[in-house]
T-cell receptor, first 114, second 112 residues
Framework: DGGITQSPKYLFRKEGQNVTLSCEQNLNHDAMYWYRQDPGQGLRLIYYSQIVNDFQKGDIAEGYSVSREKKESFPLTVTSAQKNPTAFYLC?????????????FGEGSRLTVL | RKEVEQDPGPFNVPEGATVAFNCTYSNSASQSFFWYRQDCRKEPKLLMS???SGNEDGRFTAQLNRASQYISLLIRDSKLSDSATYLC?????????????FGSGTRLQVQP
């Protein structure tokens, strides 16, 4: 079955540590996205990539980094520079089209920084 | 002003009721509009796209009003299983950016 796999589902880290969240898709989608969701709030865009080896900052990119070396993979690193990293992180993919296409989401990674 | 704005609710309605949510967006150049549903602690899933002419899918009806820059979602004959958060999603039409902007969501609780 095609889909998006995020790992780990739950992650605990100490302050000051970098963590990398994995996102893999087998939907053959060109575009991939990382969103962050805080309690009672909508999703905010961190980074997105429309094609391999290219990515753009979203609205809240500070303290995060990404890479897109393969079409299937778009890992997100939460660095120690991110002031408030505890959140629910969602990876998504889509077939890009003008105006934006339907997003398919992974099940999310819940990061807690102690 | 937020780029995509929704009433957070919660909307508490009895089973069988009709309920409507509105969502306003800031950019008149916006091109695509969607409603997503998100269950507690789960990922969002597409409920329906919103077309200029309005569209219906079973008990759900979505409408777009470009002049007033809002979209709406109407749920008829509410079921317990409709309890969730409904996210309004818009492509705001920023040049070169093909990414969607999410509202904060409206929470619906259907009660027996």
């Amino acid at each position: 079955d095609g889909g998006i796999t995020q790992s780990p589902k739950y992650l605990f880290r100490k302050e000051g540590q970098n963590v990398t969240l994995s996102c893999e898709q087998n939907l053959n989608h060109d575009a991939m996205y990382w969103y962050r969701q805080d309690p009672g709030q909508g999703l905010r865009l961190i980074y997105y990539s429309q094609i391999v080896n290219d990515f753009q900052k979203g609205d809240i990119a500070e303290g995060y980094s990404v890479s897109r070396e393969k079409k299937e993979s778009f890992p997100l690193t939460v660095t120690s520079a991110q002031k408030n990293p505890t959140a629910f992180y969602l990876c998504a993919s889509s077939t890009p089209r003008e105006g934006g296409g339907e997003l398919f989401f992974g099940e999310g990674s819940r990061l807690t920084v102690l | 002003r937020k780029e995509v704005e929704q009433d957070p609710g919660p909307f508490n309605v009895p089973e069988g009721a009709t309920v409507a949510f509105n969502c306003t967006y800031s950019n008149s150049a916006s091109q695509s509009f969607f409603w997503y549903r998100q269950d507690c602690r789960k990922e969002p899933k597409l409920l329906m796209s919103v077309y200029s002419s309005g569209n219906e899918d079973g008990r759900f009806t979505a409408q777009l009003n470009r002049a007033s820059q809002y979209i709406s979602l109407l749920i008829r004959d509410s079921k317990l299983s409709d309890s969730a958060t409904y996210l309004c999603v818009v492509n705001l039409g920023s040049t070169g950016r093909r990414a969607l902007t999410f509202g904060s969501g409206t929470r619906l609780q259907v009660q027996p």
